[in-house]
């Protein structure tokens, strides 16, 4: 593999452009609680409880046991043989920040595997800060109590920049690592410490490693890029996350079919153009190239135009020249949120739909006495594919 770089506002593969297809491996080394069927809380909060339970130890093994099994090498042979040719990896800052400057050899291994495998099967890594000390948002994804004080506290900014250049420094000569997405979901109401923060950033990565391409994404979710600082930097790329409609992608007002015509929301193969178009305009007007390092949507077999809503969203990117990463790759079948490419469907005890309680708040319960059969449960051979999903990124892929 060659390094991939940003020439002229294009990413390039020695000079010939390239468009990244990718997916996410969402809920790996970023634990979610929708994608284990649980609410939406910190997975902090899911840590305190089972260790309440059944004490430290046990959830270091139910830890590895998960990192070890929910994704593997196999995931990494399916991705590339449905025409992938990129995973974004979100990773939680502590799986290798033990404390402030001291990091995690364990960590960073699942970092090198998710390299090494990813190499093996001709796919490149985008590698993403999901989680930053103190949370970034203040949502789950964030591993957030509600606040963001990455925002509040200098020495959490400069945690972050200072891992960044850890892990840019060590991945340095591995040309399977496309880049660095350096901030997922930002939310400020004060942009200029997003642009101090990605300037520090930059500065702490560029002082150790020149070839890998950096990611800055938008403010609010990504969803804003207007606000963002020209950069000195040319081997960067803007990022942006798109779910649009909420309503419909979500499935937040259960029964929407796309396209959407009503008085209250319209949103047609058109309207999603323009939305586009408009961060497109912003990317180009600074001569960069923009990159959707998200777009999903909650999968319900083709009944209400969801596949429709991803072919059209892909026709775009194709059009528009807009690279992209799905979201995400697998999860336990949820009733709202994106759910990814392959799907959990049965119920086992550990998932226990009915309630009240579900997912992963009932693994204390089951563990270590179903480890056997919660570890296979992980694994993505027990996962259906969504086969609408699957038909429109082979027709789009291969």
Request: aromatic fraction near 16%; proline fraction near 5%.
């Amino acid at each position: 593999m060659n390094f991939l770089k940003v020439v002229k506002g294009r990413i390039t593969d020695e000079g010939h452009p390239v468009h990244l297809k990718g997916v996410n491996l969402g809920g790996w080394l970023m634990p979610e609680g929708y994608i284990m069927y649980a609410p939406n809380r910190g997975y902090r909060f899911f840590r305190e409880r089972f260790i309440k339970a059944r004490g430290e130890a046990a959830f270091r093994d139910l830890q590895k046991a998960f990192r070890d099994n929910f994704i593997t090498e196999d995931d990494f042979k399916r991705i590339a043989a449905l025409g992938f040719d990129h995973v974004r990896v979100p990773f939680h800052y502590a799986l290798i920040e033990t404390e402030p400057y001291l990091y995690s050899n364990e960590g960073i291994k699942y970092l090198e595997r998710a390299v090494r495998w990813a190499k093996k099967h001709g796919l490149r890594v985008i590698l993403d800060m999901h989680s930053v000390p103190g949370a970034q948002n203040h949502d789950w994804h964030s591993n957030s109590d509600g606040r963001a004080l990455f925002w509040q506290v200098p020495s959490y900014r400069k945690r972050a920049a200072a891992l960044w250049q850890m892990l840019a420094a060590h991945f340095y000569n591995e040309p399977a690592v496309i880049g660095y997405d350096i901030l997922n979901e930002a939310v400020t109401n004060d942009p200029g410490l997003l642009n101090a923060y990605y300037k520090e950033a930059v500065k702490a990565i560029r002082s150790v490693n020149n070839k890998h391409i950096i990611f800055t994404e938008g403010n609010h979710w990504a969803q804003d890029i207007e606000c963002l600082d020209e950069s000195e930097d040319d081997n960067l790329v803007l990022g942006i996350h798109f779910y649009e409609p909420l309503e419909f992608t979500f499935n937040f007002i259960p029964g929407l079919i796309y396209p959407l015509k009503g008085p209250k929301l319209t949103w047609d193969k058109g309207f999603m153009r323009q939305r586009l178009e408009s961060f497109v305009r912003s990317s180009a007007g600074r001569g960069r190239a923009l990159w959707c390092g998200e777009f999903g949507v909650q999968s319900r077999s083709g009944k209400y135009g969801e596949d429709r809503w991803v072919a059209d969203i892909l026709s775009h990117f194709k059009a528009l020249d807009i690279h992209w990463t799905y979201w995400t790759w697998k999860a336990i079948k949820h009733h709202m949120f994106p759910d990814g490419v392959m799907s959990y469907y049965p119920n086992d005890p550990w998932i226990n739909r009915p309630g009240p309680v579900t997912g992963w708040d009932t693994w204390a319960q089951y563990w270590p006495s179903k480890e056997k059969e919660m570890i296979a449960s992980w694994r993505t051979a027990a996962f259906s594919a969504n086969e609408e999903l699957v038909q429109i990124f082979k027709q789009n892929l291969i």
